[in-house]
């Protein structure tokens, strides 16, 4: 069974940089990838960017474009997600998921999350 824990959320102000963690404990070789879901208050849950293991190849959503970078390490089973010029519409609980392809996460239960907050 995979394990995932999420760390590296915060408080920012707007304009600022974090950098999010996800490390993966178990067999994570038979997945495509790894990424980012997020979720606001009173919003569905939503993708943010993945990253495949073999490729490499990184997918994103439009409104993180240019401001967010997913890296890895597969050695360690870890991936990260560089989030710069942050804006308060950010804010969210960040979620780290296995991906099945570029397009489909696995269906397997949610992590805690780590928060991350953007103050204005």
């Known amino acids: 069974q995979v394990q995932l824990v999420e760390s590296g959320g915060g408080l920012v102000q707007a304009g600022g940089s974090l950098t999010l963690s996800c490390a993966a404990s178990?067999?994570?070789?038979?997945?495509?990838?790894m990424g980012w879901f997020r979720q606001s208050p009173g919003k569905n849950r939503e993708f943010v960017a993945n990253?495949?293991?073999?490729?490499?190849?990184?997918r994103y959503a439009d409104s993180v474009k240019g401001r967010f970078s997913i890296s890895k390490n597969n050695a360690k089973n870890t991936v990260f997600l560089q989030m710069n010029s942050l804006k308060p519409e950010d804010t969210a609980v960040y979620y780290c998921?296995?991906?099945?392809?570029?397009?489909?996460?696995?269906?397997?239960?949610w992590g805690q999350g780590t928060q991350v907050t953007v103050s204005s």
């Open positions: 998921k296995r991906f099945i392809s570029a397009y489909a996460a696995e269906s397997d239960s």
């Open positions: 178990g067999d994570t070789f038979s997945s495509y990838g």
């Open positions: 990253i495949g293991f073999g490729t490499g190849r990184t």
